[in-house]
């Protein structure tokens, strides 16, 4: 399934590393996932988040919060994936939904990407805690999948980017493409207490010129965040996080309760032949 990032040929795997024709080399990491990024365009060492975001993030999304979204998205999947298939999970971050849809869905196997070296490093944590055998992680970029031309059923980007040309190249022709993003109801409580002119979220809008859309959900709960950390926690991992006064920034974190909706637009598209 990997192919080489400086050649773009196909990687044997010998037990220790991946390697392939024109010789190079890449070596499995101790937590076991290889490192198949570049320094074309980004630094390997800084790229995606750092190990305190994804601590962050990972003590959140581990509390449940939006594992009825993982569930969710692992019924989506199983809707377009037969067993035996290939998922492409691009953006993955720290593995959250791609380890528990591996967990809900053994018989299809789970290739996650993302450019942080520590989140992916944290993704193998999550597989040896879960010990599961059915899905694998390398340290790439989105845009530059390091995955075989027409290998994968599916490809998932959930709160990820989104590329049109490497999703079509490693999708099968009948593959799909299964996009999650918030609702534009998404945390609009917090919002409300943050903000004195609080705004739904506009529709991402995506240049999908490959793809036509088959189908398309909005999936949402309540939910209640009841303590100062979890809410701090939970409006950092957003945008608005790096837009808010120091005013409304008082004000999140005077909160100690507070009743949410968690609401995400789940968007299947195929490729167009």
Do not use: W
Request: aromatic share 10%.
């Amino acid at each position: 399934m990997y192919i080489c990032p400086v050649c773009k040929q196909p990687l044997g795997f010998d037990g220790r590393s991946y390697r392939c024709a024109d010789r190079h080399c890449f070596d499995i990491a101790r937590k076991g996932y290889v490192n198949l990024l570049t320094t074309t365009g980004h630094n390997p060492r800084t790229a995606g988040d750092n190990a305190d975001m994804v601590r962050a993030r990972t003590e959140f999304l581990d509390k449940g919060y939006y594992m009825p979204l993982a569930d969710r998205l692992a019924e989506t999947i199983s809707a377009h994936v037969a067993a035996g298939g290939i998922v492409t999970d691009s953006g993955c971050g720290e593995g959250f939904y791609t380890v528990r849809c591996a967990e809900k869905l053994p018989d299809v196997g789970f290739i996650g990407i993302d450019i942080s070296k520590s989140a992916v490093s944290h993704c193998m944590t999550r597989v040896h805690i879960m010990g599961l055998d059915n899905c694998s992680f390398a340290v790439a970029s989105s845009f530059d999948l390091p995955i075989a031309d027409g290998s994968a059923d599916a490809v998932t980007s959930v709160f990820a980017p989104v590329t049109n040309d490497e999703y079509r190249r490693v999708l099968k022709e009948d593959g799909h493409l299964i996009v999650v993003s918030p609702s534009p109801r998404h945390l609009f409580e917090l919002k409300s207490a943050v903000y004195d002119r609080p705004y739904e979220n506009r529709p991402n809008e995506y240049s999908l010129d490959s793809f036509e859309l088959a189908d398309s959900e909005v999936f949402e709960y309540k939910k209640n965040i009841s303590s100062q950390e979890d809410i701090y926690s939970l409006f950092a991992m957003t945008p608005y996080f790096y837009k808010t006064s120091e005013e409304g920034m008082a004000r999140l974190r005077a909160l100690d309760e507070i009743d949410v909706t968690c609401g995400f637009c789940i968007d299947v598209y195929r490729k167009r032949l």
